[in-house]
């Protein structure tokens, strides 16, 4: 049963934005879906087993935004 992991993402403004948040986190091994929605913030992480939550973070920081675990 997948794991759904959701986090709320600050300074997103754009598609763009999107975009590259999505190709960081889809780099760590074991996320199989992830969702970005830059109106409301959030990221959604889905993968067969649980994630750090330190290499999300790690992820969309390295896209240039800051993340909490919602």
């Given amino acids: 049963m997948p794991q759904t992991t959701e986090y709320t993402v600050t300074g997103m403004t754009c ?15 074991g996320a ?14 889905e993968s067969a087993a649980p994630l750090s939550d ?9 896209a240039g935004y800051e993340a909490a675990r919602a």
């Fill in 54 to 62: 330190a290499a999300v973070l790690a992820a969309v920081d390295e």
């Fill in 15 to 29: 598609a763009h934005c999107e975009m590259s948040v999505r190709t960081e986190v889809s780099k760590i091994p």
């Fill in 32 to 45: 199989d879906v992830v969702r970005v929605d830059a109106a409301s913030g959030s990221l959604v992480v």
